[in-house]
DNA sequence: CCTACCGATCGGTAGG
DNA sequence: CCTACCGATCGGTAGG
């Protein structure tokens, strides 16, 4: 009879990609090494590969599990039948908040997903599109003008993620400017501007 | 008596930087070796090294050489004594204009800069800190209320930082969005954002 | 300006 | 035939 899945295996597994992705966040993926990662979560290298069969494979859950935890904020935030502002201001809430705690993990995305092979990559950029297209349809609904096929959709959804996606650069805890504010600075700069530049 | 410089020292060293910038952004800084980067060239690894101490020196003035571009080109547009608003789209489509051939330069910038020593990385952050101050000084003086000590004027030079530093992940030459228009769109999204923040 | 190497370390796998 | 885990070490390749 096959032996039965430790109770724990999933526990073990998710302490493994936190532990794993703040390695990868502080040196890069090639600089740490699968002897690091085993060390600080205190397990032998084999038992490390017991759970990944490589490198690569460790790589690619952790952004899965990112991005998946990233539309899944996204998504119930997007679901109230909110008016579209408020709709919107509360998607870039949510997916300001999956971030709190996710920085490593955001870094690795950004830096580290180029390294994996290309089927893999799609898989993950698959997911990136998918957040996309709840932000770009939130947009179109809250400034009219950018739906129905307007070329400024794509710039202006562009620029709200690169507004969003920049904030790990210099946005800190405990700061003057809140992750709430700067959900509130950032729709308003991208809802305001959108209108002027569409009206 | 020493041995003069030859006369394409200069000229050999750009090659090399150029050709190194764009296996780094392909390979990462790690992957890309010097053996591969000698070969590029078509330099041995030896002339390699003779060019550059060791290969952090090359990385270094890989971003050294990009910021000081970027900032050569910012400075320009920002001299003119033009209107607040028309000076800030001035520098807003330098900077995208310098960045138009530096695509490798860019995400080295971006992706690898923490690869070098403390004191390098100090050295290349205080070129951008100096871009940085360029952009929050024309922002301020073109919307008066960012001025003054406003806890606004930081994010929202991030904001513009984040849209224009992310371009890369989605602009394509030759797209229905020119770079100019880019400029103009970025431009506003920020400009009537701010005030209608302020306000 | 070249090639032959070095000390160190990598990701990954062996038997039990 | 599966999964859980260890100590030891493999072949290859990196920067210099």
Redesign the interface.
């Known amino acids: 009879m096959a032996r039965p899945r430790a109770d724990d295996y999933d526990d073990k597994r998710k302490a493994i990609l936190k532990t794993s992705a703040a390695l990868f966040a502080e040196h890069?993926f090639?600089?740490a090494s699968m002897n690091q990662i085993a060390q600080g979560c205190g397990v032998s290298k084999a038992l490390l590969y017991h759970y990944y069969a490589n490198k690569d494979a460790l790589l690619f859950d952790i952004i899965r599990d990112h991005l998946d935890e990233l539309n899944a904020a996204v998504e119930e935030a997007s679901a109230p039948a909110a008016p579209g502002e408020a709709r919107l201001e509360a998607c870039v809430g949510a997916l300001l908040d999956a971030y709190r705690d996710a920085n490593a993990e955001h870094k690795i995305q950004?830096?580290e997903m180029?390294?994996l092979p290309p089927e893999q990559q799609e898989e993950l950029k698959e997911r990136e599109r998918q957040l996309v297209k709840v932000f770009a349809a939130a947009l179109a609904d809250a400034v009219p003008a950018l739906g129905g096929g307007s070329?400024?959709l794509?710039?202006?959804t562009?620029?709200l993620?690169?507004?969003?996606?920049?904030?790990y650069?210099?946005?800190r805890e405990g700061g003057?400017?809140s992750r709430e504010?700067?959900a509130r600075?950032?729709t308003?700069?991208?809802?305001?501007?959108?209108?002027?530049?569409a009206g």
Chains 1, 2 share one sequence.
């Open positions: 890069g090639d600089r950004i830096n180029k390294r070329e400024l794509k710039p202006v562009m620029s993620f690169g507004m969003v996606n920049w904030h650069m210099w946005f003057p400017v504010d700067y600075i950032a308003r700069l991208i809802l305001d501007g959108a209108r002027s530049l």
